[in-house]
Every structure is written in C-alpha cells, then in structure tokens.
C-alpha cells in the first residue's frame, strides 16, 4: 500500500526567508503532483514531476523529485505573504487511475 | 475550460439523514473520483470509478456509497449521515494526462 508522508505539517516562516518541505513515498511510481489550497478553495496544481531529477520551478517554488530515494521537495524562496497556504504533495501510481495525498503543510508566512 | 462542477458548496443535514453529492464532469474521462479532507489528514480517497456502472472502495468507504450511471456523474451517497462525516468533500475527474478536481462541498452534520 502506496503511503505518503510530507514534513513539516506546519511552517510559520519570515518573510525573505528560505525553507523546504518534503515529500516522501514508500513504492515507485509514476508521477508526482504538488498542490496548492487556498482556505475554502479547491487544489490548484502547482507542478507535475515525471522523472528522477525532474526539476520544475515557478516564481519563488522549486520542485525538485528523485525516484530513488523517493522523495521530492517543494523549496520556497525569499517567501513572500501571498504563499501563505496549504500545500500537498500526491502520488500518481498509475497515469490518472489513483492520487494518494500528504497530509498537507499549512504555510504562514509573516511580515 | 473543461469542468468538474460540484453541486453544492455548503451542505447543512441532519443525523440520520440521507445525502447526495453530486458531481459532473465535461472532459469524457473515465475516472472519477470522491475524496473526504479532514485537517492533519490530507485528502484521503472513499470511492472510485474506472467506468460506468462501476466503482471501488478507497482507503475509508465506511458509512458511503457510490452511483455511477453515466460517464460524467459520479454520486456519493451517505446513506445515513452521522456528525462524524462532517468534513469537505472533493471530487475529481483523470485521464493519464492528469487530475481535475471540483472546488468542494462543505457538509456539516448536525
């Protein structure tokens, strides 16, 4: 059975900081999604990683996946107020047949 | 822009109660699916389907059941609704390309 395990559930952070949140998975799979949900809102996707070593960044988001030792990270720079928001990591394990989620990190980042 | 529309965003019901949430899809994929979110837990998967007519059990179908009759609708049914499944509901949709989910349904029990 696919589980997912994603740290730290909750990060206070100053704005103009660096950090990092991680992403672990115990069997292979095929690909790995991070999310972004705002409070009362749906997942909005953030990135899609296919590959060990596939890097993918957006603004001050950089995620990063490596198969073998699944894990991925999600790191955040010079953090900002407006990504204040929960974040998850999911677990394809079989091109679109099931999504198995983290627990989710709640990010605040404070001025 | 293609679409996973939940009925309802806030849902109020009484103990004992039978409720549907419903959702429909406008993509034609084959996969729909019913997630619950709790807080500290994630979203965790009751049902699926891979095609019409049919479903499977997640990782806690207890207390829900499933309806798919068509391919863009896939029902959650809590046959006898408890305070316990007051939670928000999302459901999704997914072709190999990827996941769509609804915006939510928000279920209080009361």
């Known amino acids: 059975e696919l589980k997912v395990e994603q740290n730290p559930l909750f990060l206070s952070m100053q704005e103009g900081k660096n950090y990092t949140i991680y992403c672990n998975y115990s069997t292979t799979s095929d690909r790995l999604y991070w999310y972004r949900q705002d409070p009362g809102k749906s997942l909005e996707s953030l990135f899609v990683?296919?590959?060990?070593?596939a890097v993918k960044q957006e603004g001050r988001l950089m995620a990063s996946l490596d198969t073998k030792a699944r894990l991925s990270t999600l790191h955040i720079t010079a953090a900002v107020h407006d990504l204040s928001a929960t974040y998850f990591c999911a677990v394809d394990m079989e091109y679109g047949n099931k999504l198995v989620f983290g627990a989710g990190t709640i990010l605040r980042v404070k001025s | 822009d293609v679409k996973v529309t939940q009925s309802s965003r806030y849902l109020v019901k009484r103990t004992g109660e039978k409720v549907f949430l419903e959702c429909v899809q406008d993509m034609d994929h084959e996969n729909m699916f019913w997630y619950r979110q709790d807080p500290g837990l994630g979203l965790r998967l009751i049902y699926f389907?891979?095609?019409?007519?049919?479903?499977e059990k997640g990782d806690i179908p207890e207390g829900y059941s499933v309806s798919r009759e068509k391919k863009e609708r896939f029902s959650l049914i809590l046959e006898s609704a408890s305070t316990n499944q007051t939670s928000m509901y999302l459901c999704?949709?997914?072709?190999?390309?990827?996941?769509?989910f609804g915006s939510g349904t928000r279920l209080t029990v009361v």
């Open positions: 990683l296919l590959s060990n070593g």
């Open positions: 389907s891979y095609d019409v007519k049919m479903k």
């Open positions: 999704a949709s997914s072709s190999w390309m990827g996941y769509t």
